[in-house]
């Protein structure tokens, strides 16, 4: 049986980018300067938003994944939010290994591509501001 936090990430989801499937808004809602910033190993993921929806409406999804996998992981408490940022300390413990953040928006009725950070070692960038 699914969780019910993550039902309600893919019902919110499909909600918004339409059950039948819409089409990506190529560019226009994606994400921006999409960032891993770190202070003291605690790392969050920071994007600017493309371009809004009406009412403000946007929403973001979260991916995350080490360096050389594959699969891209969901961020659960970061699916279907509308904050700038996401959290991905937990996710990145691993000090020396490289990783990778994704972002989707999306609107009702549509959704953009995913914009990407780029690849993101904790043990080199600790010392950034949040």
Same mark, same amino acid.
């Given at each position: 049986?699914?969780?019910?936090?993550?039902? %309600?990430?893919? %019902?919110?989801?499909?909600? %918004?980018?339409?059950?039948?499937?819409?089409?990506?808004?190529?560019? +226009?809602?994606?994400?921006?300067?999409?960032?891993?910033?770190?202070?003291?190993?605690?790392?969050?993921?920071?994007?600017?938003?493309?371009?809004?929806?009406?009412?403000?409406?946007?929403?973001?999804?979260?991916?995350?994944?080490?360096?050389?996998? +594959?699969?891209?992981?969901?961020?659960?408490?970061?699916?279907?939010?509308?904050?700038?940022?996401?959290?991905?300390?937990?996710?990145?413990?691993?000090?020396?290994?490289?990783?990778?953040?994704?972002?989707?928006?999306?609107?009702?009725?549509?959704?953009?591509?995913?914009?990407?950070?780029?690849?993101?070692?904790?043990?080199?960038?600790?010392?950034?501001? %949040?």
């Amino acid at each position: 049986m699914m969780p019910k936090h993550c039902f %309600l990430g893919l %019902l919110i989801h499909f909600f %918004l980018t339409g059950i039948g499937g819409s089409q990506p808004v190529h560019g +226009s809602l994606k994400p921006q300067k999409v960032q891993f910033k770190s202070k003291n190993f605690h790392n969050v993921l920071h994007w600017q938003p493309g371009r809004m929806c009406v009412g403000n409406s946007n929403v973001y999804f979260v991916q995350h994944k080490m360096y050389g996998q +594959s699969e891209w992981k969901d961020k659960q408490d970061c699916w279907g939010i509308r904050e700038l940022f996401c959290d991905l300390t937990n996710e990145t413990s691993h000090l020396q290994e490289p990783y990778y953040g994704r972002v989707q928006a999306a609107c009702p009725g549509s959704h953009s591509d995913w914009g990407m950070s780029q690849r993101f070692t904790p043990l080199w960038e600790r010392t950034k501001d %949040l």
